[in-house]
């Protein structure tokens, strides 16, 4: 049986801000091979599925999302299952729901195109990591929001035991620091005023400079504030291991970094952190906290959480919220621990009973919520730049960012990308209301 080859695409990126840079890269690749986007699933030849793996009963919610897909008289588009959930789950997938065409992992999906000729006459799956780097092979940026995504590092070598993502994502690779500095420069040329650098472990990020010297994130984040027409760059995730001294010192020293630091802890109690292999305790993540704030006193710190690791008592919880009580966050992920198939703490004894974690999540929530609440209160009555991203619902309203990123809604602002200084009179628990300075 073949197929027609497909015209229209959609792509549905779930999950981290990894997949929507992959989903975009997708996008481009897909148009660069003549096919155009369409508005939605229901009206495109080819769906993509660019799912995410980290939490709960992804592949379960992968499977009904394609059954969704079915159309009314029984008809289904070219799909493509892409992201974690089909690099975990690779050939499974076609052959539990017969209707998918394609599975195709993040390390291989710049084979996209020839992997929708393929699909035109049988079920195409790749899910290899190959050694050619698929950066090496996407075509360059063309059309780009103001505040664009830049993926520096993949993988992951630290093997937390609850985390799905060095199976994934495969092992740490950083990207050159001319292939990152080169498509920073595109993304400015093609309307980028911001760019936030993306891995798994971005701080880990290593290369070397034109000169061959090694720099590690702090270097590289310089050289890009170099950049004519870039005036914010941000970075996320880090691990509290990887905050080298090159990186806090750019803090202080590089204008164009953004006061925002998203430095998952996870959790509050050494017992439950060596359980989780994070390797460092409390004590050393509240240290490399202490100095990036020496560095940047205004710094607003994000973070994640698990509640309900296996093992965790109620004394562990508490030592948590003590933690966050002592950091105050602006900003916070919290999550109730999932067991991931294939990683060592699925099989721990002591695994806690979803009542209880469904108690802990709530009051750990009630806490971060009441801190990023005071924090976006804390600046009503502060003028600041707001970077402007897109309309809001009513006509003529604005939503941009802070230099912490907090949303910040303006009535009757300016276009999307301009830079304008506002003044904040009101703040919500998500974001804060400013007029533009007279
Ligand atoms: N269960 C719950 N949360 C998880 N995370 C990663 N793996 C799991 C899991 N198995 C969370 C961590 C990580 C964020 C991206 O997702 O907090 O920092
Ligand atoms: Fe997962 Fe830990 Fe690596 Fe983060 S550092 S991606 S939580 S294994």
């Known amino acids: 049986m073949t197929k027609p080859a497909p015209k229209t695409f959609h792509v549905k990126s779930f999950g981290c801000q990894m997949n929507v840079y992959d989903g975009a890269r997708m996008s481009e690749m897909l148009e660069a091979e003549g096919l155009s986007a369409s508005a939605g699933a229901d009206d495109a030849d080819l769906v993509v599925l660019n799912t995410c793996h980290i939490r709960e009963k992804a592949a379960e919610k992968v499977y009904s999302d394609i059954g969704r897909l079915r159309r009314d008289d029984g008809s289904t588009p070219m799909i493509a299952v892409a992201g974690c959930v089909a690099q975990a789950e690779g050939a499974e997938i076609p052959r539990r729901a017969p209707s998918v065409d394609i599975v195709v992992g993040p390390q291989a999906y710049h084979r996209l195109p020839a992997l929708v000729r393929a699909a035109q006459a049988g079920k195409a799956v790749d899910t290899d990591m190959p050694a050619q780097s698929k950066f090496d092979v996407l075509p360059a940026r063309r059309k780009q929001g103001p505040s664009a995504f830049l993926t520096v590092q993949e993988g992951c070598d630290k ?242 960012k802070s230099p912490w990123l907090q949303s910040v809604v303006i009535e009757d602002g300016p276009e999307l990308g301009a830079m304008v200084e506002v003044d904040i009179f009101a703040a919500g628990p998500n974001s804060l209301n400013g007029v533009i300075t007279g």
């Open 159 to 400: 093997f937390c035991t609850y985390c799905v993502v060095p199976y994934t994502r495969g092992a740490e690779v950083s990207r050159p620091w001319q292939a990152v500095v080169d498509e920073a420069r595109a993304l400015v040329d093609a309307g980028a005023r911001e760019i936030t650098l993306l891995g798994q472990n971005v701080n880990a990020w290593q290369g070397e400079d034109e000169a061959g010297r090694a720099q590690g994130l702090g270097g590289l984040i310089r050289a890009l504030d170099r950049i004519d027409g870039l005036d914010r760059i941000r970075y996320t995730t880090s691990h509290p291991n990887d905050m080298r001294d090159d990186l806090i010192i750019a803090h202080k020293e590089v204008a164009t970094l953004m006061p925002f630091l998203h430095l998952p802890v996870q959790a509050g109690s050494d017992p439950i952190l060596k359980a989780m292999n994070r390797s460092h305790t409390v004590d050393s993540y509240l240290r490399v906290i202490d100095r990036v704030r020496e560095a940047r006193p205004d710094i607003a710190i994000s973070g994640d959480f698990i509640v309900g690791f296996p093992g965790e008592t109620e004394e562990d919880f508490a030592a948590t919220l003590g933690l966050i009580e002592r950091v105050e966050h602006a900003l916070a992920f919290s999550f109730k621990y999932s067991p991931r198939p294939g990683t060592p703490a699925a099989v721990m004894e002591g695994q806690i009973a979803g009542p209880v974690m469904d108690e802990r999540l709530q009051r750990l929530q009630a806490l971060l919520n009441s801190q990023q609440h005071a924090f976006n209160r804390s600046k009503i009555g502060i003028r600041m730049p707001v970077l402007i991203e897109r309309n809001g619902k009513k006509p003529g309203q604005r939503i941009g």
